[in-house]
């Protein structure tokens, strides 16, 4: 499976945008899909995930309010969406596949997308 996600790019402060990342390859199995970000200088840090299969999302309690996760099952596509962007929220995202045993701990994910770089400017 390979995982490609797409969608970043400069954005103003109280703006959205939308990322997405196509699984491809063998039939996708995975638990749950999620998206982690990392700042510069900073760890990496759980955005959002979605069970794959049941639809149950998660997102920390700062972030739930500004951010969702949702996914098209028939594409195998997961997106994010991002509406009143900070630029605290300035971070490469990734997308990830796996999760099983603890959605929002990225060292259960066993695939991961290249990256894609969101900047917001104030």
């Known amino acids: 499976v390979q995982l490609q996600a797409f969608g970043g790019g400069l954005v103003q402060a109280g703006g959205s945008l939308r990322l997405s990342c196509a699984a491809s390859g063998r039939t996708f199995t995975s638990y749950a899909m999620a998206w982690f970000r990392q700042a510069p200088g900073k760890e990496r840090e759980f955005v959002a995930a979605i069970v794959w299969r049941g639809g149950t999302t998660h997102s920390p309690d700062s972030m739930a309010g500004r951010f969702s996760i949702s996914r098209d099952y028939s594409k195998n596509t997961v997106y994010l969406q991002m509406s009143s962007v900070k630029p605290e929220d300035t971070a490469v995202y990734y997308c990830?596949?796996?999760?099983?045993?603890?959605?929002?701990?990225?060292?259960?994910?066993?695939?991961w997308g290249q990256g894609t770089l969101v900047t917001v400017s104030s």
């Open positions: 990830a596949a796996g999760g099983l045993g603890g959605i929002t701990q990225s060292r259960l994910y066993y695939r």
